[in-house]
């Protein structure tokens, strides 16, 4: 018999299964324990582009039971709405189709059990509207994926010992002055698209960099990634919602919840805690 579900709604994006940066065993760790009503697959589910550039693409035992999860959960009652990425493109030809109880869709307007309206997109229709010379942008890529890497090593060492998760490149582009150049203009983007279709907000994925706040009355959430940060948002039965990372802990509360009241909790201690050499394990 299928549990009864805890949260109204689960927002999730860039999983990037087929790959070995995939973290399939923390986010099913998550949804064993967060049961929503509706499930937002927020792009990038699977990342179509490495897994043809690879003679193997790397879809193991985790990544195999997450699936099968996640369809259990659509033959079980969840509504699973599967919104693809860039990564996962070719997907959207199937856009107004459902397959196996999961709803395919270009974007979607989700309305709160509080009323508010918010728009839901993977993201990367805002990739030109950052503007930096093209060597940045090329030397930026590799090092992107250079720190993949390097913590794709480290998260396999930190498990042999036994460690909780951390992300050494999360932490590294915290401090990266054109990462929060390249997160403000997606998010001024993304504003400016809500103002623009009259929402109350904006949830999406794409650029790996988790945020919730509130700017000139308009919610945005970056739900943030299942490789590096391991985070999702969620919405309460009250319509309250929460940025929580695998063990679904808060990181960061509703700028805007129910009650009007603005919580303790916010974006910029969040950042600062996770810097702290003792705040990176949490759970």
Known sequence: MAQRPNVRTLFISDLHLGTPDAQAELLLHLLRRVRPERLYLVGDVFDLIVMKRRAISVFDGQQQRLLR??????????EVIYIPGNHDAAMRTFC?????????MRDAVHVTR???RLLIS????????YKAPK???VVGEIALHSMRRANRWTVHARRRLGRPYWSLSAALKRRSTSVKQFADAFRRSALERAHREGVDGYVGGHIHIPWFGLSEGVVYCNDGDWVENCTALVEEFDGRLRLVDWTNTTLVDDPQPPSGEREKTE???WLADAEEPGGEERG
């Open 114 to 116: 509080d009323g508010r």
């Open 96 to 104: 107004g189709e459902r397959f196996r109880s999961v709803e395919v």
């Open 122 to 129: 993977h993201g990367d229709e805002f990739d030109g509207h």
């Open 69 to 78: 999860h996640v369809l259990r959960l659509a033959r079980t009652g969840c």
């Open 135 to 137: 060597w940045k942008l």
């Open 267 to 269: 974006m910029e201690s």
